[in-house]
C-alpha cells in the first residue's frame, strides 16, 4: 500500500484528512503535519521523513503539501534525499479531490506512478466554476 503523507501550513493537513475520512472512512498509512508560526523549519523536515518512514510499506511515499515553494514544500522536496530506497512522489497544491483519488486509487491497489498522475489529474480537474458548470447542463 502507497503511503500518503500531507504537510502544509496551520491546520489544513489534519482537516483535509478530517473531511477525506468523513467520507472515505478511516484510513491507514497516512500521515499529517502541519507548519505553524514559530516552528523550526528543519525540525519540520525532520519530521517529515519520520513520517514518510512511518508510512512506508515498501509501495513508495505519496506527499502532497499545500503551496509550491513554500517551506512545507521545500522540506519534502529536501526530505527525498534521506528517503533512498523508498519509492518517493511529491505533488503540491493539495485538495480534497487530489486527497479522495489518493485514497480511492489506493483501495484500487495501483501503483506510486499511477497514483500519482490520477491525482494531479483530479487536482486540476477538481476546480470549477460552478455556474459555467451548471449551464453545461
Not at 500521515?31 to 508560526?37: I, R, Y
Not at 528517503?83 to 485514497?103: D, H
Request: hydrophobic share 50%; aromatic share 4%; proline share 2%.
Amino acid at each position: 500500500m502507497v503511503g500518503i503523507v500531507i504537510a502544509t501550513h496551520g491546520q489544513l493537513a489534519a482537516g483535509l484528512l478530517d473531511a477525506a475520512e468523513l467520507i472515505m472512512g478511516e484510513q491507514a498509512q497516512v500521515a499529517t503535519l502541519g507548519l505553524h508560526h514559530g516552528d523550526d523549519v528543519a525540525a519540520f523536515g525532520q519530521a517529515l521523513v519520520r513520517a514518510a518512514k512511518s508510512v512506508s510499506t515498501g509501495d513508495g511515499v505519496l506527499v502532497l503539501t499545500d503551496l509550491f515553494g513554500a517551506s512545507p514544500n521545500n522540506q519534502a522536496a529536501t526530505a527525498r534525499t534521506a528517503l533512498t530506497g523508498i519509492p518517493y512522489a511529491l505533488l503540491t497544491g493539495v485538495n480534497l479531490p487530489m486527497l479522495l483519488t489518493a485514497f480511492n486509487e489506493r483501495l484500487l491497489g495501483n501503483d506510486l506512478i499511477t497514483m500519482k498522475q490520477a491525482v494531479l489529474t483530479a487536482g486540476q480537474t477538481g476546480i470549477k466554476d460552478f455556474f459555467i458548470e451548471l449551464a453545461k447542463q
